[in-house]
């Protein structure tokens, strides 16, 4: 099941630079599809999105939905955030590596919904959907996995 919140208090961090490269994976966010370019070569998942596939250079990327469930590969936690990231005081960066494969993709995003104490490498983890109405878009973050 995905999770989806809304983010009702006015939103102090930075917003992404929404363009005609990245759009697609905006859009998906807010249709609740979390999308990664795919290489429609050797099919590689490719996280951050680059212009061409890392594997084998092709530029036939593809966006392409995954399930948004991965495991926890690496985590941080943060005591002593700058400016309105303070004000979430502890939180999690989390490393996640999604379920798809061949190729290890591994996404960053903050871990919520979890005590910094708690967090393994390894725990199941998925994709949950921040609704921001004031900016108009939808960002992203790692929940556990139920
Ligand atoms: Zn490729």
């Known amino acids: 099941m995905t999770e989806a919140r809304i983010e009702t208090a006015p939103y102090l961090k930075p917003l992404p630079n929404v ?3 990245n759009s697609p994976f905006w859009e998906g966010l807010r249709s609740r599809e979390f999308r990664i370019p795919r290489c429609a070569e050797c099919h590689h998942y490719n ?3 680059y212009p061409a596939c890392r594997s084998c250079l092709s530029e036939r990327l593809v966006w392409t939905p995954v399930s948004g469930r991965a495991t926890v590969w690496s985590f941080t936690a943060v005591y002593r955030g700058p400016g309105a990231f303070g004000l979430d005081v502890p939180y999690i960066i989390c490393l996640g590596q999604l379920e798809e494969q061949p190729r ?6 903050n ?4 005590n910094p104490d708690d967090v393994t490498v390894g725990m199941p983890i998925e994709i949950g959907y921040v609704d921001i109405p004031s900016e108009d878009i939808t960002m992203y973050e790692w929940v556990p996995r139920r």
Request: charged letters at 20%; glycine letters at 6%; hydrophobic letters at 50%.
């Open 47 to 49: 996280w951050l999105p």
């Open 111 to 114: 871990l919520r919904g979890v």
């Open 19 to 21: 363009s005609e490269l």
């Open 104 to 109: 290890r993709c591994n996404v960053l995003a």
